[in-house]
DNA sequence: ATGAAAGCGCTAACAG
DNA sequence: CTGTTAGCGCTTTCAT
């Protein structure tokens, strides 16, 4: 707030050029003389110049920032998202905006808006809540949106995990270790991901020739009292000898209501998550559970929005696949180890 | 990326008016007649007219975002912190700009310096590294800087709780249920965080007449790993029948080391932890500890940046007082209830 | 009360 | 290879 910012000028005149020339030296933009270059540069590292995003950016048209939207900041899944985008974002000139919808839509659409408008040249939106044509009504400028946690076959720039697969892998993981009355903690069945995660766990059932039974899924909102709540539920109605869980923190919440049910984990009831946050190890018993790569993914989620915004950024190789974390929250009750 | 979006000179042409009519009634500088600002907004409205932040930052000389620099976005403290900023900044026009140092103090320095010149008209810096001196020298322009986590004395616009106080009161209450063999888990002892739980602990003790025996006592890092390792050493020292642990997340990997032992949880060793994260409460036993109001406090840095930068803001009123979370991880070893 | 014009700091034609 | 000039979109004197 004290003295003016050295700018372009400045350089300009220490350098005995015009601004244009420095301009190009800065930016490698048409041709300089050796000579020139050296000079200008050495200018430029004597008055410590950094150019004005503001003005840079006004001429090329560009805001700066990566506007990411993610339902809450906090909570051991986002956090770790943003920080797999910032990771990416701190190699190039791209500020991280974030914004956190709350979960609410209106909230989301209008702060979505609003980065559009001022702070971002492209976004990340992890959510459920608005749709393809939600997003192209707040995007006039067809700025580069990509989209997390809806079906990738309605979406462009969708990028995820295979649900249907993790939840196939941990049902099957049950199941193979002997148990058939399997219940299983969703989420909003409105949303892709849980549709997704009910369909896997549907395939494994019948591929076991299993029954599928209603009576042993409840829907909730994957948070941990959320999953206190199911978990009372369950309880109350047929009997079960294992949970599929539709993330960890509603398995964390479960864990509690069994406890205060005098239920052990796992003798009495099995238990397997989905997103392997780092606290589920912590858990007792620690919690088998499928793994979802989510600092990659928000490494990708970056990635492809910088890709998008220009052609040349290399795309990160990023394998999305869940994989089964075991660990020790199911029973063996076959004679044999599978 | 398509047509270009509206400007200031589209909505002058719409109402009829000038170009400097608009910005007047825009931002209510300078008279305006009542007829032409409803002519004026008419118009902008109905262009739908949002005013380019670049231009406007340029000549206001302003890059219209808080930078907000934490060791980790994700991870449950935080990301709460982040949560509680957020709140307030989404009432502003500011933008919440968000970077990570990871621990490393050049990048930190870096990053910061980088933060405060190309997109931060103030920041808010929550770490230890970085000292009074390394702040002033990244920050030429003297925008203002909120730093949380320090001595209080040392810096200015220093927000924090008394860390010393909550670490007294984690210890009395152990103390007050008949411990006297009271380990501590610490953090780095260069740390005013640190230090000062180390002295609120020892002034407990003392208080109550009890000696302070350096061999329970061990640093650590504030992880749940580090937390770990620390149980571990003490287990291998000399008997004490509880723990007062320096951060919850240190207590999570106590628990595990714990437990690996065979230790019971209370009834081998009571554990009292610091800061109330929102996943000790589904710790089991669930952890009694001291609660930080992580979420006001980034309300109130937050406030405090946004009352240096303009002195109309109101000053949010926050508690930051910690506060005993009694949970079950303590044992009463007192035939009488205290 | 309103308009014209200068200028914020930078880039990108356009000349030379 | 380098300098001059015209904006980018907005705010703000300075006139009127």
């Known amino acids: 707030m004290t003295r003016k910012r050295t700018t372009i000028k400045d350089v300009s005149v220490l350098a005995g050029v015009s601004v244009s020339t420095v301009s190009r030296v800065l930016n490698s933009s048409g041709p300089i003389s050796e000579d020139t270059r050296k000079l200008v540069e050495s200018a430029a590292t004597q008055l410590k110049y950094q150019p004005n995003p503001l003005a840079r950016g006004l001429v090329n048209q560009q805001l700066g920032g990566i506007g990411v939207m993610v339902p809450w900041i906090a909570g051991p899944y986002f956090g770790v998202f943003l920080e797999g985008i910032q990771r990416v974002l701190r190699e190039t000139d791209y500020r991280l905006v974030v914004a956190s919808g709350q979960g609410n839509r209106d909230n989301e659409q209008e702060t979505l808006a609003y980065l559009l408008n001022n702070d971002a040249d492209g976004v990340i939106y992890y959510g459920e809540r608005l749709s393809a044509a939600d997003l192209e009504q707040i995007n006039p400028h067809m700025k580069p949106v990509v989209v997390m946690g809806q079906d990738p076959a309605e979406l462009p720039n969708n990028i995820g995990i295979d649900d249907e697969l993790g939840a196939y892998l941990a049902t099957r993981y049950l199941i193979d270790h002997g148990h058939s ?128 915004l220009d052609r040349t950024h290399q795309e990160v190789r990023s394998v999305l696949e869940p994989q089964l974390i075991v660990r020790h929250s199911v029973l063996n009750l076959k004679p044999t180890p599978p």
Do not use: W
């Open 181 to 308: 009355e399997i219940a299983h903690i969703s989420g909003d069945p409105h949303t892709h991901v849980t549709r997704s995660k009910l369909a896997g766990y549907q395939r494994a059932l019948s591929q076991a020739g299993l029954p599928y039974r209603s009576g042993l899924v409840v829907s909730s909102n994957y948070t941990e009292p959320g999953g206190y709540q199911a978990a009372l539920k369950l309880l109350a109605g047929p009997a079960f000898t294992a949970i599929f869980c539709g993330n960890d923190q509603m398995a964390m919440g479960s864990y509690q209501a069994l406890r205060d049910f005098n239920k052990r984990i796992p003798e009495d009831v099995s238990m397997v998550g989905f997103d392997d946050i780092l606290f589920s190890r912590y858990m007792h018993p620690a919690l088998t559970t499928v793994r979802v790569p989510i600092y990659e993914m928000g490494m990708a989620a970056a990635s492809t929005v910088l890709r998008l």
